[in-house]
């Protein structure tokens, strides 16, 4: 089994509160490898305040958008596809998006959303980009596997 996390440091002194752990298994019998995507919470998140801070709603948009992002923090789903992943409707997505968008942790915010426009400046999608307070990482911003 190879796991993305095995490289990473284990222990108290860890700085991340979230991260996301990509393991890939080969099944001998079916001769094929399967890939499974975890997402960790430390016990840093409770002990930075941000568990105490933020709102349970809040929250599980945040790691919900957590499961979407790339190495970088960004992430491209859908209204749709957030609303599926939480079982609502697309309105509430959004209202749950423009929350957590407002929401400051240390004074700083959790999430940016930038809309990007398509042809003829008409409304593509949005990009959404999990800031770095959070802490939460699949790697580390200079792209390798859990280098603290």
């Not at 222990?11 to 991260?19: F, N």
């Not at 190495?71 to 509430?92: F, H, M, V, W």
């Not at 929350?99 to 700083?108: E, H, I, N, P, V």
């Amino acid at each position: 089994m190879e796991t993305a996390a095995s490289a990473t440091k284990a222990g108290p002194d860890r700085k991340a509160l979230v991260t996301i752990q990509i393991e890939k298994e080969f099944d001998v019998f079916a001769k094929k490898w399967d890939e499974r995507i975890f997402v960790k919470l430390y016990v840093a998140a409770r002990t930075s305040g941000l568990l105490a801070q933020v709102s349970d709603r809040d929250w599980k948009t945040l790691c919900t958008l957590a499961t979407f992002m790339d190495k970088d923090g960004k992430c491209y789903p859908s209204q749709a596809e957030i609303a599926r992943a939480l079982n609502i409707n697309r309105g509430t997505a959004n209202e749950r998006i423009q929350s957590l968008a407002q929401f400051r942790f240390k004074g700083q915010p959790v999430l940016l959303v930038e809309r990007t426009k398509g042809n003829r400046s008409r409304f593509e999608h949005n990009r959404y980009t999990i800031l770095p307070i959070t802490q939460l990482k699949i790697f580390d911003r200079d792209g390798e596997v859990g280098k603290d």
